[in-house]
């Protein structure tokens, strides 16, 4: 069913697509148009720029040839990575991503075997370059200080609020491991104003309090966009923003059940993907 549901999916998204090409001016960055374009980059993820706009949003951001660049919690096939680790090496910059934290005795055999995937898929340096993967997890030790030009989080923000403190702690590791000038590059589902879910529960954070912990940590806001705004999402879906494409639950999170065969998704396939902020902040 899942396999099905992707497949609808996938053709919602090449029907709606347009291409880079034709959205783009000349002074876009060529190696990030490259990047984007890249052949290596799976074709579900492909089929997916039209929603997520990377190439808009990594220029919105201020991604330079030549960076530093700090990406954090990537998937094994990270959505992202696919991208700015080319990227990195088109134009002589570093990629590093956050993995599970190696060198905490509590680490579930999971959670290794997951950095594990992630380090055997971008081990190839002809596409990827040299893709450096740094401990990260709530017993970690700080982030290298001063190292990175540009941090990206995506989507992460909501799994944060869980555990009371880890927003301020991991705003302010953000802040010190960026040289002075750094960006930190925001990407979040987005709550409507006046919500009332402080854990992030449903996946939605409030821009306000995502501005808030970011300037409380020392972070300036330089900019942001509606690049990735959704005005179709409704926001009050059954299994929270994993309703939307391209999760699409049809079960609460934990369910032995996988998929529910009898869960209407045209609904979820109209809205497509989630409303998001899209942010910048800068290290004075």
Known sequence: ????????????????????????????????????????????????????????????????????????????????????????????????????????????????????????????????????????????????????????????????MRTPGQVEKTFKEFYDALKPGGILAVEQHRANPGTKDLKGESGYVLESYVIEQAEKAGFKLAARSEINANPKDTKDHPFGVWTLPPTLRSTPYGSDQETNPNFDHSKYFAIGESDRMTLKFVKP
């Open 1 to 160: 069913m899942r396999v099905s549901l992707a497949s609808m999916f996938l053709g919602a998204a090449i029907a709606a697509a347009t291409p880079i090409a034709a959205v783009h001016s000349e002074t876009v960055d060529r190696d990030l148009v490259a990047a984007v374009k890249g052949e290596w980059r799976e074709p579900e993820a492909r089929l997916r720029d039209d929603q997520r706009h990377p190439v808009e949003s990594l220029s919105f951001w201020g991604l330079k040839p030549g960076m530093a660049i700090l990406e954090i919690q990537p998937g094994a096939h990270s959505w992202w990575t696919e991208i700015l680790a080319p990227y990195a090496r088109m134009t002589g910059g570093s990629f590093t991503a956050t993995g599970a934290d190696l060198g905490n005795p509590e680490l579930s055999q999971a959670a290794r075997q997951a950095r594990a995937d992630f380090e055997a898929h971008y081990a190839k340096p002809e596409i990827y370059g040299k893709v450096n993967v740094v401990n990260w997890g709530a017993k970690s030790a700080p982030l290298p200080a001063k190292s990175y030009d540009f941090i990206l989080t995506a989507r992460s923000i909501h799994g944060w």
